[in-house]
C-alpha cells in the first residue's frame, strides 16, 4: 500500500525553460542527498519526468508533468513514509517554486548581464 500526494505549481515560462529549471533543480538535489540515498534515477519522456528514490530500505516515485502553466507533480510513497506526506509535500512545492521562480538567474542568464568598465 502507498500513499499519494499530488503537488501543483503554477508558473510564467515557457515549457522548455520550466523543463531546464526542473532538470537543473533535481540534478542539484542528487548530488546534495547522494550520502543519504541508495539509488536515484531521473528519465524524462518528452515533457515529464520520472524520479525514482530509494533509501533505508524504502522506494519512493514521482511523475512530474510540465505543462504550459504548471507544474504537475504526482508522488508515490511507500506506506511507511505515509506519516511524513505533509512534509515531503512542503518540501516539494518549495523547490519547485524556487526552482521556477522568475527571479531565479541561471550561470548564461547572468554572463550576458555585465557591464563593461
Not at 526542473?22 to 543519504?36: G, N
Not at 504550459?68 to 512545492?93: C, E, M, Y
Amino acid at each position: 500500500m502507498s500513499n499519494a500526494i499530488t503537488v501543483t505549481v503554477p508558473h510564467t515560462l515557457s515549457v522548455e525553460a520550466a523543463k531546464a529549471r526542473i532538470s537543473e533543480q533535481l540534478t542539484k538535489m542528487q548530488r546534495e542527498y547522494i550520502d543519504k540515498v541508495a539509488h536515484s534515477e531521473v528519465t524524462w519522456a518528452g515533457d515529464v519526468a520520472t524520479v525514482r528514490v530509494s533509501a533505508l530500505g524504502q522506494a519512493a516515485s514521482a511523475q512530474i508533468t510540465v505543462l504550459k502553466d504548471l507544474l504537475r507533480i504526482d508522488v508515490q510513497l511507500p506506506w511507511l513514509l505515509a506519516a511524513l506526506s505533509g512534509t515531503v509535500q512542503q518540501v516539494i512545492s518549495r523547490n519547485a517554486s524556487d526552482a521556477l521562480r522568475i527571479s531565479h538567474a541561471s550561470k548564461d542568464d547572468s554572463s550576458g548581464a555585465r557591464k563593461t568598465p
